[in-house]
């Protein structure tokens, strides 16, 4: 299973990109370079300058690629969510209980990919940059119009996947999309407080707390309706 995922190359919705990244050198570098600088600077003060001077290229060889970089963070951020996408279907593909793909389901929110090994993009660092940027591609102007055009899909079918185990469970519960995309979301966000904010959680940065506290929270969401 892991060299299966290990040679995987993830598709993200094409509206991300100008041209497909990994059909060149320059391309690649552009995403596996990208990552890690976004990571290590920000957003705010990582630009494509940076980024061109640390792959000995030029800035007009990354705009082929990329509008700008809040799509090249939109587009990291897609390839993560259907990195994690392939985690679940392939965690959960041998096992009948939902209640265990349940566990599983709730343990990839909080914790990350299963799977960390890729040849075409690092997992690890791309967790660490979904925690530590990810919002900042969302809360923009451009959102509705980024909807529209379909780039936030590999999050979409992300949640769905989880929220129809929800409704195997329990077939009457009204709210699975809001519920795991709560999860999805305060999860990071609790990943974030661990690592910057730890007055604001109880949680340590590598403990059991936080699945424990989302497990319980879904399971008595669901159980209680």
């Known amino acids: 299973m892991d060299s299966i995922l290990k040679k995987m190359r ?30 290590e600077l920000g957003i705010e003060v ?7 001077q640390q792959i000995g290229s030029t800035e007009a060889a990354i705009y082929r690629y ?3 970089k809040h799509m090249l963070l939109l587009y990291l951020n897609a390839w993560y969510w259907a990195w994690m996408e392939h985690n679940l279907v392939f965690a959960n593909s041998n096992i009948k209980d939902p209640y265990e793909r349940l566990a599983i389901a709730v343990r990839l929110m909080v914790d990350g990919p299963i799977y960390l ?11 660490k940059l979904v925690i530590n940027e990810s919002i ?48 999805m979301e305060s999860s990071l966000l609790q990943s974030f407080n661990s690592l910057h904010l730890p007055g604001m959680t109880e949680a340590s940065h590598e403990g059991k707390e936080r699945y ?3 497990h319980q929270l879904v399971l008595k969401a669901i159980s209680n309706a």
Do not use: C, W
């Open 10 to 39: 993830v598709e993200v919705n094409p509206n991300l990109y100008l041209k497909e990244p990994f059909s060149s050198e320059i391309g690649t570098l552009t995403v596996s370079e990208g990552t890690k600088m976004i990571q």
């Open 46 to 52: 990582f630009t494509f300058k940076k980024l061109a």
């Open 66 to 68: 990329f509008e700008n």
């Open 117 to 127: 090994e890729n040849e075409f993009l690092n997992p690890k660092i791309l967790r």
């Open 136 to 183: 900042k591609g969302y809360l923009t102007k451009s959102v509705d119009v980024e909807h529209e055009s379909g780039i936030f899909a590999q999050v979409y079918r992300f949640g769905e996947r989880i929220s129809l185990i929800i409704k195997e469970i329990n077939p009457s519960y009204e709210f699975p999309k809001t519920l795991v995309s709560t999860v």
């Open 212 to 214: 424990q506290f989302f």
